[in-house]
């Protein structure tokens, strides 16, 4: 749509309200609401706010920005709906006083390296899995599950119509949910969603998250993408299959039928260049102290940095397809977790997975044994390497990896450094009831 069909649009749709909706660098969703009357003048010039608020954003003396809405982002939000009038949303880009991009902007950081792809003829797509937790609400003694069920359990499942409901909003946003069911763990649930270019995916993906909280809401529960909330379960991971296409023949560029594998040179060299880096990844794609709670071994959580075919121990696993559907062939990430902001995941990943094609580097054999059972001689002997096992190693690890770096930019670095290591502060200043219960009365 242009911009006259838009506003059409909003006017067949009695839209009285609209939400300007972007991130701050921490992934979390922002809102300017403006009447309807003002949209047109927001699409034509955009609509100031004040970016020192956000975080990560400006300083106040540089505070002033624009937001220039993403007309293929609108969307009606039907629990907003009011006899007087809906509600509807645009994603937007985030601009300076002068025009340009802010950037600093998680979704321009992303477009750019989107661009640094197609100057090289690829196309980058992906398709997240979120798994996410519902608990009840107003329980003070601590988060108690909505359920307890168990993988793909159906007869114990008791958010079956929370989902239902959750995939009937998400189809308002123009994401075409492809399966819904429940996880390991009680409590835990997932909704996928088709796969796509990794700009729109990033936006369904944010839109995901506030969507499923709004709909918990609903029914009296609240729902996390917090990465481990119980001590002892599954946490929450977030698997992103990864392919790249060629732009001019739209033929996917990781398949090659003569490999034993079925995987192209440039495919090997993608999953080299992601495990390179992943160490320095990992700030970005489990940001929180509570990552690093899901990553530890024997909770299906992928910490150990090896690539297989089969293995879902595996930190990238390459997943069968039917036969005929090379189109499928893709690389599946299974570190991240879904707390992380998505655009900046995107855009580190997909720069990593550039430099290995860029240098042409070679992927280490593939690991098609349960790593969880490997000895420290048998990961030494292998040269298997671990994951950082808290947020603190993590961010030493970005400050010393310069593409990591380059994807983010300079000033969206030091913003995240910045306020990642005050969370860390924050974490390591408390006396937690663990040391209490442990520690008080014997010493």
């Known amino acids: 749509m242009n911009q006259q069909q838009v506003l059409k649009q909003v006017k067949q749709d009695n839209v009285h309200f609209v939400q300007l909706q972007f991130t701050d660098i921490f992934g979390i969703v922002k809102t300017v609401t403006i009447p309807v009357q003002h949209l047109p003048d927001c699409l034509q010039y955009g609509t100031w706010f004040d970016g020192s608020s956000i975080e990560g954003f400006a300083r106040i003396s540089e505070s002033d920005m624009f937001l220039k809405p993403d007309i293929t982002t609108y ?8 006899e007087e009038g809906q509600t509807c949303r645009f994603i937007c880009d985030v601009h300076k006083p002068d025009g340009t991009p802010f950037e600093g902007d998680p979704r321009y950081i992303l477009k750019r390296v989107l661009q640094e792809a197609e100057a090289l003829g690829y196309e980058y797509n992906v398709g997240p899995e979120l798994e996410f937790f519902l608990f009840h609400r107003n329980n003070n003694s601590g988060p108690v599950p909505h359920d307890q069920a168990g993988y793909f359990d159906f007869s114990t499942d008791l958010a079956y119509e929370v989902r239902r409901d959750m995939t009937k909003a998400l189809e308002h946003f123009g994401i075409e949910v492809e399966a819904s069911h429940h996880e390991v763990a009680v ?12 700009l729109k995916t990033a936006d369904s993906a944010t839109t995901l998250r506030f969507v499923l909280k709004a709909v918990a809401q609903q029914h009296n529960l609240y729902a996390t993408f917090m990465p481990k909330p119980i001590a002892g379960i599954n946490g929450s991971g977030m698997h992103v299959h990864q392919s790249f296409f060629d732009r001019k023949t739209k033929k996917n560029s990781f398949y090659d039928p003569k490999d034993q594998y079925r995987l192209s040179k440039i495919a090997y060299s993608f999953i080299a260049g992601q495990l390179a880096h992943v160490k320095a990844m990992s700030a970005i794609l489990s940001p929180t102290v509570n990552s690093y709670k899901r990553l530890v071994p024997g909770f299906e959580a992928p910490v150990y940095i090896s690539w297989a075919r089969i293995n ?15 189109q499928a062939t893709r690389a599946e990430l299974r570190c991240p977790d879904p707390s992380c902001n998505l655009y900046l995941a995107f855009a580190v990943m997909l720069k990593t997975g550039l430099d290995g094609i860029k240098r042409k580097l070679p992927a280490p054999p593939p690991v098609e044994e349960d790593v969880y059972h490997f000895d420290d001689a048998k990961l030494a002997k292998l040269k298997i390497d671990t994951l950082p096992d808290s947020l603190d190693s993590a961010l030493k690890e970005l400050k010393g990896d310069k593409v990591v770096q380059e994807a983010l930019g300079e000033h969206t670095f030091r913003s995240f450094i910045e306020a990642k290591t005050k969370e860390w502060d924050e974490y390591r200043l408390q006396v937690s009831n663990w040391e209490l219960e442990k520690y008080l009365q014997i010493y």
């Not at 969307?75 to 009011?82: C, M």
């Not at 409590?187 to 270019?197: K, L, M, S, T, V």
């Not at 879902?312 to 090379?326: C, F, V």
């Open 75 to 82: 969307a009606v939000i039907p629990w907003l709906a009011v």
């Open 187 to 198: 409590g835990q649930h997932e909704i996928d969603f088709r796969y796509a270019h990794a």
């Open 312 to 326: 879902r121990s595996a930190l990238i696993r390459i997943p069968q397809y039917s036969e005929g559907k090379y």
